[in-house]
Each structure stands twice: as C-alpha cells, then as structure tokens.
C-alpha cells in the first residue's frame, strides 16, 4: 500500500494509530527459521539532517552504499518540496530513478523489511515520528535488528544506530501504510522480489535512463524466464533502438509464454509490419484484437496502419 499524496514527511498530522503491534507479534509467534536473529550494517553511511531535511538525507545515505557520492545538498532540489517542507514519496522514487538504480517498494510487512536487511540491504521507510496525538512524518534508513533485544537499528535525524524497540517502531510505520523503498542496482535483485513489483520498477526506470531498464529486464529474466511484463519491455526497447529482430523475437518469446498477451501481438505488428512482413504483421494485429483488453481501440488503429502500410506477402 503506498501512502496518499497528501502524506508527508516533516508535517503534522492526525495520529493514525493506535497501541498494537500485529506484525511484530505475529514475528514473535512464528519467527522463520531461515531468517537471522540479527543484522548489523555497519557500513551505511550516514547524513546527519538538517530541520526538515530528512527526505535529502535519509537518500543520501541510502545511495551512497551503492557507489554513489551524492551528499543532502545534491539532492535537495529533487526531493524537498519547501511548500510541503518535506518530500514526498514519489520524489523519492524518481530522485533514484534518475541515479540508474531500481527504486523498489517492498511489501508491507515488517518480514519483507528485515528479510532485505539481512540481504545486506538498507531500506529506506517512512514513519511517524510524533508523539500522540501529534503526528510528524519522518524518513530513516533502517540498517539492522535484533530480534533477541526486539530491536530495530536506523540512521534516523542527528543519531547514527538509533536503537529502537520493535513495537515502537512497527506502530510509527504502520501509520504510513508500511511504506519502505530499496534503491538497488539493475543487475541485483532484491532479496523479497515479486515479478509484477520489480518489472513495474524497471518499466519506471525505462522512462530515466533506458539502457539500465533494459539490465533490470534481463535480470528480472534470470528468475521470471517467462516474464511478460519483461519481455515486452525488452521489445519495446529494441524496438525504440530500430532493432527489429531483436524486438520481434522478444515480442515472440512473450507470445509464446502469454498467448493472450495482446500488447505483446500488438507491438510485435508494428514491428514485422516495418521488417516488411505483412501477412504476419496482420495475423499478428488481428490476435490482439481477439484477446481485447482495455486497448483494443488502439490495436484497432494498428490494425488500419498495418493495412495501410504492410500490405505485401511475408517474407
């Protein structure tokens, strides 16, 4: 669940929550076995925030452990919005995107953050930092646990390793809907990755800097072989790149996997329509209409393209 718009961090607002701790107490009853009973980064650096300058700072940290050398200052403009005197979630997301990293939410679940941590990932959340009944939305960087001492570690405000009680901390995050983001490089998949998730963050970051898009897809297809939303996306940039082959196999491979994936049949007619096979490109145009969906209208106008343009016998 992503927080409303209207969510932000550094302003007051109702209090949303009350004194139960469900996911930390579901921990407790059933604690995976797989998962380590404590994590320690030690090497996340950390910022240090100015007044209402957690959102820049909280980043900072979070992308210098991937190589990057931003510092707050760097990324102020991006992020802070002085109206709001904060930074919204969605500038978050697009301030790492625009770094060629995968900005990934994380389920909403107090195992996926630690499951990531002990992955050696620092993730970054949102929570509300206030005393009741004053709310008062904060960005951290989570960078460990300790699930002897119910503990959870943060780079939060001016302390670097705040220690911090489960139960205090999973009702402070809860408020934000359990919000919390990885940014992680293309060629790395999160430790908690769900294909529908990760391919939809790939396809943001298509829309930043496309050849690290194009790394993200092929990763997501090294554990979703028959990702749809993969394929297609590696198509749809072979495509753009005038690579047609490229483009049409990809098209072809999500087709084959997903029969009744229309925009698949649907980009891979423009792409054999402009390779100069015609017949398939109609063959291909008239499946996407078949299977319909919510753009069946523009797999109709293809289709007269197609008409228009690909008229000839296929190769």
């Given at each position: ?43 996340v650096p950390f910022f ?128 934000s809907g359990y919000w ?13 990755a769900r294909e529908l ?119």
């Amino acid at each position: 669940m992503e927080v409303p718009a209207w969510l932000w961090a550094g302003t007051l607002l109702p209090a949303l929550f009350g004194c139960a701790t469900p996911q930390v107490d579901s921990l407790r009853a059933q604690t995976p076995a797989d998962l380590p009973r404590s994590i320690a980064l030690r090497d996340v650096p950390f910022f240090a925030q100015e007044q209402y300058q957690c959102g820049p700072a909280s980043l900072a940290g979070l992308l210098d452990r991937t190589g990057l050398t931003l510092t707050p200052e760097d990324l102020v403009p991006q992020v802070y919005l002085p109206a709001r005197k904060g930074a919204l979630q969605g500038e978050m997301l697009a301030a790492t995107r625009r770094q060629g990293l995968i900005a990934y939410e994380l389920a909403p679940q107090l195992e996926a953050l630690l499951r990531e941590l002990a992955a050696g990932h620092p993730t970054l959340v949102l929570m509300d930092a206030g005393l009741t009944p004053i709310t008062r939305w904060h960005y951290a960087v989570a960078t460990g646990y300790d699930l002897d001492h119910d503990a959870i570690v943060l780079n939060s405000g001016q302390t670097n390793g705040q220690v911090m009680r489960l139960e205090r901390f999973e009702r402070g995050w809860r408020a934000s809907g359990y919000w919390a983001m990885l940014a992680i490089a293309p060629d790395e998949l999160p430790a908690t990755a769900r294909e529908l998730p990760y391919v939809k963050a790939a396809a943001a970051l298509e829309r930043s800097v496309p050849a690290r898009a194009q790394i993200a897809y092929r990763t997501a297809l090294t554990r979703w072989p028959d990702s749809e939303g993969a394929l297609i996306g590696l198509g749809n940039l072979a495509y753009a790149a005038h690579d047609r082959v490229a483009a049409i196999e990809n098209y072809r491979r999500a087709t084959a996997a997903h029969p009744d994936a229309a925009d698949a049949w649907n980009n891979m007619a423009l792409a054999l329509c402009d390779d100069g096979q015609g017949k398939d490109a109609q063959t291909a145009v008239q499946a996407a209409i078949a299977h319909g969906g919510a753009h069946v209208d523009a797999y109709r106008r293809t289709a007269q393209d197609i008409a228009a343009r690909c008229a000839t016998p296929s190769k």
